[in-house]
């Protein structure tokens, strides 16, 4: 088997020292697209593999493609490919496999790509989600793949046209020999009659088609610059608009990239750059965001090149999801930048663990004993759909329509997760900067009981008091109150939050709130939903009292 793009990226690193991180509250980076908007600039592409076949789906290889290494034997913990687990409750058809039953008791199935139901089931996803287009991978078509491969064309097509999405043939190279010769055949004779199809992917009134691994330092990519040079050209002469699926460090020549292929990446109409497996931290994707991808969106602009850079929902299995802030940090940074449009990768790559697609929540719906990551590996609750909910807001991100923003307002829970009572910060873990001596602690502000109140040391302003929610909520507004027999007064007050409990930005105020006998002694604070895991309520000033005062706060999500 040729090197996969798995074994490739483990050996390539952005280096042992981190330069000086960009500010994250720059304004986006202008930059004049090459090309106005289309159907991949300005858009949200995401690459589809559609190639998991399992025994009795009808696909011409046979065998268990993709989910095993020997596809001819059931998947297994010993003989398997992936590191990720499906989340299986909207496929039509599940296949038995040899894993052990998940750890609900429910016998541990996969799909197979080859159900038009499977791939009806994603592009509906994509539709739901504001997938706008699919990069369809193609391999080498003239080995032993070449039918499942030609009809999972017409399939990805079928399911394009219903679900109102995009699609175009993405040719990854990986160990194809005969690439020069063949991908011209393969393009001419069979890939080029979906252009026909009115959901086909067009840019500049052009069909579009990518060509990914061209100039890759490793063996599975042998190819020299004037034969890859010659497809480009070649394609770009049969009127397609042509992006190159290209190496990290194409711009310099060194790393990943051969030396010797300026001309070849120039010759492209859009790059995208590869960046799975490059880093796994937040401080990494800054790292990138400064030292290679602002100079290469400058180098595409300086050659009439649109620029689509990779972004990455990270490695579930290797901890770097970080319940969705790393993809978040990567999309912000990239719409930041002003890139022409964004490739995810990947929406089914369950292989490599950076799949979008919904995936296993918890280990009741994973294969017991098995070691696969569900969506809740690192202490926190998400829903299956969680990274395709962050895609939908990325893209809108993208487009102008949700506000540029560092923090990401995607819950990990559908619908916000609101527990039953609806106030997330009942009995949460609380702290405060100061108390006034005897019972006045912080926790007496989420104990539900109205009698109970916190309050900081007299005569010293500013005060705060903080809840930890335990996750991270998309809260809007909070109620706060007094005991209420109390006098009337008004409190100065602001509200922060944060998802570290280090880092606050602020949500409202400061403002004067008036709490009143009269009206029950609370006060309502409505703001735009932010997503949050640590509320504090910062004090600067008290009416009646010389202290910050509070006998209950509750908090709620959008």
């Known amino acids: 088997m040729a090197p996969t793009r798995r074994t490739l990226i483990r050996s390539v690193v952005a280096g042992s020292a981190l330069a000086a991180l960009p500010d994250l509250a ?133 399911a394009a046209e219903r679900f109102g999405r995009k699609f175009y043939v993405m040719y990854d190279v990986t160990g194809w020999t005969a690439m020069q010769s063949q991908l011209k055949e393969d393009w001419a004779t069979r890939m080029s009659a979906h252009t026909a199809s009115p959901a086909y992917a067009r840019q500049n009134g052009k069909p579009v088609v990518c060509v990914w691994g061209f100039g890759f330092a490793d063996d599975g990519r042998p190819f020299a610059p004037a034969a890859c040079l010659d497809v480009v050209r070649w394609l770009k002469a049969q009127g397609c608009y042509v992006i190159g699926g290209v190496p990290t460090y194409w711009r310099q020549g060194i790393n990943d990239s051969r030396p010797g292929f300026a001309d070849v990446y120039h010759a492209f109409d859009m790059l995208s750059p590869w960046m799975v497996g490059r880093t796994g931290t937040l401080d990494g994707l800054d790292w990138f965001l400064t030292n290679v991808n602002a100079p290469d969106l400058a180098d595409c602009a300086a050659h009439g090149i649109d620029y ?115 106030d997330l910060a009942a009995g949460r873990p609380a702290s405060a900067s100061s108390q006034q001596n005897g019972p006045f602690g912080a926790g007496n502000a989420v104990d539900g009981d109205r009698g109970t109140y916190w309050e900081s040391a007299n005569g010293a302003f500013p005060q705060w008091w903080q809840v930890d929610l335990g996750t991270t909520w998309p809260v809007a507004r909070l109620v706060l109150a007094l005991p209420a027999g109390w006098e009337a007064r ?69």
């Open 308 to 422: 689509q850079p990779c972004v990455m929902p990270g490695d579930l299995s290797a901890g770097h999801r970080r319940h969705g802030d790393f993809y978040w940090r990567h999309l912000y940074n990239m719409v930041r930048l002003g890139a022409q449009g964004l490739y995810v990768s990947m929406f089914d790559e369950f292989n490599e663990g950076n799949q979008i697609a919904k995936t296993s929540e918890t280990a009741a719906a994973t294969p017991a004993g098995t070691g696969i990551r569900a969506l809740d590996e690192d202490g926190t609750a998400c829903s299956a759909d969680y990274y395709l909910r962050i895609t939908a807001d990325g893209g809108r991100m993208l487009k102008g329509q949700l506000a540029l923003t560092a923090v990401r307002p995607t819950p990990p829970v559908t619908g916000g997760g609101q527990p039953p009572g609806g």
């Open 490 to 558: 008004t409190q100065t007050l602001a509200v922060q939050g944060g998802t570290d409990g280090t880092t606050f930005t602020t949500l409202t105020g400061p403002v004067g709130v008036r709490f009143d006998p009269a009206t029950g002694n609370q006060a309502t604070l409505t703001f735009t939903a932010s997503p949050v895991r640590y509320l504090r309520v910062r004090f600067t000033g008290n009416t009646g009292w010389p202290a910050g005062q509070l006998a209950q706060l509750s908090a709620y999500a959008a």
């Open 26 to 158: 720059l304004s986006p980076i202008p930059a004049a697209a090459a090309s106005p908007p289309g159907d991949v600039v300005g858009k949200v592409s995401v690459g589809y593999q559609g190639w998991f076949s399992c025994p009795g789906d009808g696909a011409p290889i046979g065998g268990w493609w993709h989910w095993s290494r020997d596809r001819f034997q059931s998947p297994s913990p010993s003989n398997t490919t992936i590191v990720s687990w499906p989340d299986m409750r909207e496929y039509a058809r599940g296949y038995p496999t040899a894993y052990p039953n998940l750890g609900d008791g429910r016998p541990a199935t996969l799909f197979s790509s080859y159900d038009q139901q499977t791939v009806d089931t994603h592009f509906r996803w994509m539709q739901e989600y504001g997938c706008d287009t699919a990069a369809l991978q193609r391999f080498n078509p003239f080995g032993d793949e070449g039918p499942t491969r030609d009809a999972m064309a017409v399939k990805v097509r079928s």
